[in-house]
């Protein structure tokens, strides 16, 4: 999968810590290789519904998935908004 800088991504799995889940979109802002052979990782930046900068994270490649034609967006209550 080859993905570009400031394109949006999904998660594909739930980032507990930083209170986001599985299918919370992203944008990535930067690639990360791995210091010794492992998964290349991104640097992603997490936006609320009002488009204000609410997380940067990194997270391996696999966590990632490009967004389709078939999917919707919706929204929900970010908890560390809380």
Sequence with gaps: ???ELYQQ??????FPDHHLRKGDIATLIDRVPH???GEAG????IFNAVGESVAVMAVPASAVETLRSDEILTVRQWAEAS
């Design 9 to 14: 991504v999904a998660l594909s799995r739930d």
């Design 1 to 3: 999968m080859s993905l």
């Design 42 to 45: 991104y640097i992603l930046e």
């Design 35 to 37: 210091p010794t052979e």
